[in-house]
């Protein structure tokens, strides 16, 4: 299987910084790669998928980038609605698998 | 619209058997293929188990293959998960998620609330 890791596992910024977290996959998975966002009692939201692919209704501070085994989400400027926890998942192969996933807070 | 509303979750004992159904609507439901991902109290998220759109191909996780089935019934817009010999790793709320078009392993472009499975003696 897969392994994906995500760091940091938990962030505080503040409103207004750029937030950046990464996921990174043992093996090479090209860009099959999508980023979800989780908020508190929610379910999941698709957020970015191949990678750096922005679904559509998803505000454009959020990007994605990376390919193979290294990947980036970035919050270009924090706002108070995007607390949540963001989790990678890659789909290059089966079992799918996921991160374990980055809190975000606000200071 | 799109919805997808899980039903069938409950608490039961180690050993016991349960079947989970998504019910779809606001989009071609034989379109899609359709996942079943858990998550534990707590945890994070758990890939259980896919299924094609016309049901003929499905793929499971290790961890639930012999005792979880996902089928799907085209007629009626539901997708289900029968799920035997339950165990208390188990316990987990199990969202049903509609994939992206032409995706099979992914993404998962929208997600159902979830239904929340406890397996407890």
């Known amino acids: 299987d897969i392994q994906m890791t995500q760091s940091p596992s938990s962030l505080s910024a503040s409103v207004g910084d750029r937030v950046t977290m990464t996921c990174q996959a043992n093996?090479?998975?090209?860009?099959?790669l999508n980023w979800y966002q989780q908020k508190p009692g929610k379910a999941p939201k698709l957020l970015i998928y191949d990678a750096s692919k922005l679904e559509t209704g998803v505000p454009s501070r959020f990007s994605g980038g990376g390919s193979g085994t290294d990947f980036t989400l970035t919050i270009s400027s924090l706002e108070p609605e995007d607390i949540a926890t963001y989790y990678c998942q890659q789909y290059d192969n089966v079992p799918p698998t996921f991160g374990g996933g980055t809190k975000v807070g606000i200071k | 619209e799109v919805q997808l509303l899980e039903s069938g979750g409950g608490l039961l004992q180690p050993g016991g058997s349960l079947r989970l159904s998504c019910a779809a609507s606001g989009f071609t439901f034989t379109k899609y293929a359709m996942t079943w991902v858990r998550q534990a109290p707590g945890k994070g998220l758990d890939w259980v188990s896919t299924?094609?759109?016309?049901?003929?191909?499905?793929h499971s996780a290790d961890s639930v293959k012999g005792r979880f089935t996902v089928s799907r019934d085209n007629s009626k817009n539901t997708l289900y998960l029968q799920m035997n010999s339950l165990r208390a790793e188990d316990t987990a709320v199990y969202y049903c998620a509609k994939n992206w078009a032409g995706g099979y392993l992914g993404p998962y472009a929208f997600w159902g609330q979830g239904t929340l499975v406890t397996v407890s003696s």
């Open positions: 299924i094609s759109s016309s049901g003929a191909t499905t």
């Open positions: 093996q090479d998975i090209k860009k099959y």
